[in-house]
């Protein structure tokens, strides 16, 4: 088993299987946000990234922050500002 500790936060990877197929794992640096978006300030800084990012390759590093960003940014939109549907309906 494998555990990184990042400040509070906690992640634990289990391998099974032989040291040499170990050996043969490519590790790399994956950048994500880990917090989600509670202020206005984090909701423009997450837009800005996310236009930044816009038509980066899916499964690529930017890619995979992407995802995580427009998420994160779903999430906060339809806490902060709820789509009243019955409104929509009255205007079409």
């Given amino acids: 088993m494998l555990r990184i500790m990042v400040g509070t936060?906690?992640?634990?990877?289990?391998?099974?299987?032989?040291?040499?197929?170990?050996?043969a794992i490519e590790v790399r640096t994956i950048q994500y946000a880990t917090e989600p978006i509670r202020t206005e300030a984090d909701h423009n800084a997450a837009l800005r990234e996310i236009?930044?990012?816009?038509?980066?390759?899916e499964g690529t590093s930017n890619g995979d922050r992407l995802d995580v960003l427009t998420t994160l940014v779903e999430a906060y939109e339809e806490a902060h500002f709820p789509i009243d549907e019955g409104s929509a309906d009255r205007h079409g």
């Fill in 9 to 23: 936060r906690r992640l634990e990877l289990k391998w099974l299987g032989t040291h040499k197929e170990y050996d």
């Fill in 51 to 57: 236009e930044l990012l816009w038509g980066a390759e």
